[in-house]
Nanobody, 120 residues
C-alpha cells in the first residue's frame, strides 16, 4: 500500500525556522495534490498549504509570506519551509496526498503527524 512518512518537527523559539518533509512510498502510479494540515489542541484540523502536481500553490492567510511549500516529484516528497514561526503555529502537522495507486484507484492518504512547538 501507500505510506506517508513525515519528519522535521520539533521545538523552536519564536522567530525561528523549521523544515518539514513528507515522503510517499508504495505502489504509487501518480501523486496529484500534496498538502500540509495542522491541528492545535482543542481546534479543528486546518489546511496550511497545498501544491498541485504542476506546482501551483495555495496557503492559509495566517502563514502567507512565512511558509513555503514545495515538492520533488522524482522523490515523491513534499516540503514545508516554515520561517518567522510564532507560538500560534504550535500544532501537530500532518502531510496529506491525493494518490493514484498502481491499480488506478485514487484516494487521499495521511501521514502520522509531527509535532511543532514554538516557544515564546
Amino acid at each position: 500500500q501507500v505510506q506517508l512518512v513525515e519528519s522535521g518537527g520539533g521545538l523552536v523559539q519564536a522567530g525561528g525556522s523549521l523544515r518539514l518533509s513528507c515522503a510517499a512510498s508504495g505502489s504509487i502510479f501518480s501523486i496529484n495534490t500534496m498538502g500540509w494540515y495542522r491541528q492545535a489542541p482543542g481546534k479543528q484540523r486546518e489546511l496550511v498549504a497545498a501544491i498541485t502536481s504542476g506546482g501551483s500553490t495555495n496557503y492559509a492567510d495566517s502563514v502567507k509570506g512565512r511558509f513555503t511549500i514545495s515538492r520533488d516529484n522524482a522523490k515523491n516528497t513534499v516540503y514545508l519551509q516554515m520561517n518567522s514561526l510564532k507560538p500560534e503555529d504550535t500544532a501537530v502537522y500532518y502531510c496529506a496526498a491525493d494518490i493514484t495507486i498502481a491499480t488506478l484507484d485514487r484516494s487521499d492518504y495521511w501521514g502520522q503527524g509531527t509535532q511543532v512547538t514554538v516557544s515564546s
